[in-house]
Nanobody, 125 residues
Framework: QVQLVESGGGLVQAGGSLRLSCAASGRTFSRNGMGWFRQAPGKEREFVGTINVSGSTTYYADSVQGRFTISRDNAKNTVYLQMNSLKTEDTAVYYC??????????????????WGQGTQVTVSS
């Protein structure tokens, strides 16, 4: 069983940057496709991006394309979300998630088997 712990959230001004980390425990992480989601107050959980097992393939939501970058370091059992040019509408709790079975789990939350507890990102104007 893989467990995930996100970190790196906080308060940042619009236009700023943050890098979120998601540290995994468990021996299967390096064989699991990973993703990032977010949930703003009163809204449904929203897909942010996904990365395949090797890190060679990534897909992003249109709302973050060109501003956010997902990467992973399998030797460190960690996946990252670099967020640049942050906007107030990026304010949300950010979650990382993993799939035991899928190389590229994609945007559907049901395709993920385990989730972190989330980290708050607040972007002020």
């Amino acid at each position: 069983q893989v467990q995930l712990v996100e970190s790196g959230g906080g308060l940042v001004q619009a236009g700023g940057s943050l890098r979120l980390s998601c540290a995994a425990s468990g021996r299967t992480f390096s064989r699991n496709g990973m993703g990032w989601f977010r949930q703003a107050p009163g809204k449904e959980r929203e897909f942010v991006g996904t990365i395949n097992v090797s890190g060679s393939t990534t897909y992003y939501a249109d709302s973050v394309q060109g501003r956010f970058t997902i990467s992973r370091d399998n030797a460190k059992n960690t996946v990252y979300l670099q967020m640049n040019s942050l906007k107030t509408e990026d304010t949300a709790v950010y979650y990382c998630a993993g799939s035991y079975r899928l190389d590229v789990p994609g945007r559907n939350p049901a395709r993920y088997d385990y989730w972190g507890q989330g980290t708050q990102v607040t972007v002020s104007s």
